[in-house]
């Protein structure tokens, strides 16, 4: 069993910057694959970003590219997403979440979940 806990989030501007953190227990995170979702209210969670186990294969939604970046470090058993150039629609519920194997972008296939963490930036 892996329990996943993320921190970092907060109220921001636009255009400011948040690290999010998911540190996990219970199991190490080495063969897992890590995926970062967040939820608007209403609307089912949605990949932003996933890293495989040795952080050498990454997914970048499309809506956030070129602003967030996944990471991870095994040794301290936590995964990061770096977050610029935060915009308004950005605003969400952050989950991180861990499965097995490759990544894969729905939800469903995700075996483990953290409780998430709020951003919200104001315009």
């Known amino acids: 069993q892996v329990q996943l806990v993320e921190s970092g989030g907060g109220l921001v501007q636009t255009g400011d910057s948040l690290r999010l953190s998911c540190k996990a227990s219970?199991?190490?995170?080495?063969?897992?694959?890590m995926g970062w979702f967040r939820q608007f209210p209403g609307k089912e969670r949605e990949l932003v970003a996933a890293?495989?186990?040795?952080?050498?294969?990454?997914y970048i939604a499309y809506s956030v590219e070129g602003r967030f970046t996944v990471s991870r470090d095994n040794a301290k058993n936590t995964v990061y997403l770096q977050m610029n150039s935060l915009k308004p629609e950005d605003t969400a519920n952050y989950y991180c979440?861990?499965?097995?194997?490759?990544?894969?972008?729905?939800?469903?296939?995700?075996?483990?979940w953290g409780r998430g963490t709020q951003v919200t930036v104001s315009s």
């Open positions: 219970g199991r190490s995170l080495s063969s897992y694959v």
């Open positions: 979440a861990a499965r097995s194997h490759t990544i894969l972008v729905h939800p469903d296939f995700y075996d483990y």
């Open positions: 890293i495989d186990w040795s952080g050498e294969s990454t």
